[in-house]
């Protein structure tokens, strides 16, 4: 048995059901390249990591070069009998495959080429837009010939299947992917508010640190690195109610969500979002965003609060507003139940019975 996914290059949902379903299931994992930092972030983790290249720091060219390497892959190290693969690079590897059944487990499909193309053809400078454009045609030409190569494709929420079917016409089965939620836990609240998502521009986390500069006695901190970080480190060096702390091990972060009043998080039409579900874990609600996975995940009102799809800064003000200290404490009892349904043991046994 081998698992495929693109590259280990920060802790997130991907990165970690990737290690963690190798682990379960004792197999080898094969990248196109790992950041060496990601495993301070996983150091439990012992298993067999097969590197096929390196990765970039140029976002364009890190994709380009695994896309490339996984082209190129050896058939040698793809004879087991049942191989995963999984992100949107790896699956180019199909093509070289000898196994018996190939399996695709989708976190989504390349969303710069598919559901979030006219987003950035409309809010990058031309120049931009023009090589977003040139780059997703390439993209769409090695990973749509891919997909009817695979046995069996499962998506990672309803949203992912919704995603597969408008755009690649491809039907898939839903298989949640794993929380352990056993390893959260609840502390009373140090009077702030937590966003651990990726500090990128999808993920809408400029929205939430406009909406804490217009309330200072509201404090932020946010738990997490990515291509904003510098820019909103300077922006926010004279607001003391917010806090950037970047990446920290799963330990900490842990003990980040077991601590705030509730956690913050709001991407544009999310995959599915583990961040949710590991904060109802430790019985901390979200503020979300009614759209995508998270409308699979938080309930309004009974595990947290979800903004309309049209976000705006006032709508998070809102929000914060809302869902006191006291009323967050009150959806303790209901984010603990609804953590329940996306438990890790559910995703093992499912993948265990498909892989074995």
């Known amino acids: 048995m081998t698992i495929l996914y693109d590259f280990l290059e920060v802790a997130g949902g991907a990165e970690k059901v990737s290690l963690e379903l190798a682990k379960h299931l004792d197999c080898k994992l094969i990248v196109s390249g790992t950041n060496k930092g990601i495993f301070n972030s996983f150091p439990e983790l012992q298993l067999e990591i097969i590197n096929i290249g390196n990765v970039s720091k140029i976002p364009i060219w890190k994709s380009i070069k695994s896309i490339n390497y996984f082209e190129q892959i050896s058939s040698g190290l793809l004879t087991d009998k049942n191989i995963l693969f999984s992100g949107s690079n790896a699956p180019i590897a199909v093509h070289n495959s000898q196994a018996e059944k190939n399996i695709?487990?989708?976190?989504?499909?390349?969303?710069?080429?598919?559901?979030?193309?006219?987003?950035?053809?409309?809010?990058?400078?031309?120049?931009?837009?023009?090589?977003?454009?040139?780059?997703?045609?390439?993209?769409?030409?090695?990973?749509?010939?891919?997909?009817?190569?695979?046995?069996?494709?499962?998506?990672?929420?309803k949203n992912v299947k919704s995603r597969l079917k408008k755009y690649l016409d491809v039907d898939a089965t839903v298989i949640y992917p794993p929380v352990h939620i056993e390893e959260f836990f609840n502390s009373n609240s140090n009077g702030y508010y937590l966003s651990t998502a990726r500090l990128e521009e999808y993920k809408r986390i400029q929205i939430i640190v406009d909406a804490f500069k217009q309330l200072p006695t509201k404090k932020l901190i946010l738990v997490s690195g990515g291509s904003m970080f510098e820019k909103l480190k300077a922006e926010c060096q004279n607001y003391s109610n917010i806090q950037i702390v970047g990446w920290v091990s799963q330990e900490k972060l842990r003990q980040y969500i077991a601590e705030?009043?509730?956690?913050?998080?709001?991407?544009?039409?999310?995959?599915?979002?583990?961040?949710?579900?590991?904060?109802?874990?430790?019985?901390?609600?979200?503020?979300?965003?009614?759209?995508?996975?998270?409308?699979e995940t938080v309930v309004h009102l009974e595990t947290g609060y979800l903004c309309p799809t049209e976000l705006s800064t006032n709508d998070i003000i809102n929000a914060i507003e809302y869902l006191t200290p006291n009323k967050a404490q009150r959806m303790m009892s209901n984010c603990f139940v609804r953590a329940q349904a996306f438990k890790a043991d559910l995703f093992f046994s499912k993948m265990k019975e498909i892989m074995t």
């Not at 045609?137 to 090695?142: G, S, Y």
């Open 260 to 295: 705030c009043i509730a956690t913050i998080y709001i991407p544009i039409d999310e995959d599915f979002g583990m961040s949710p579900v590991e904060s109802m874990a430790a019985g901390k609600p979200v503020i979300g965003v009614d759209d995508g996975g998270i409308k």
């Open 104 to 157: 695709y487990y989708c976190h989504t499909p390349p969303r710069f080429a598919y559901d979030l193309y006219d987003h950035y053809q409309s809010t990058l400078p031309s120049w931009q837009a023009f090589i977003i454009d040139k780059f997703a045609t390439w993209v769409k030409q090695k990973y749509e010939p891919t997909l009817p190569k695979m046995d069996l494709v499962i998506a990672n929420s």
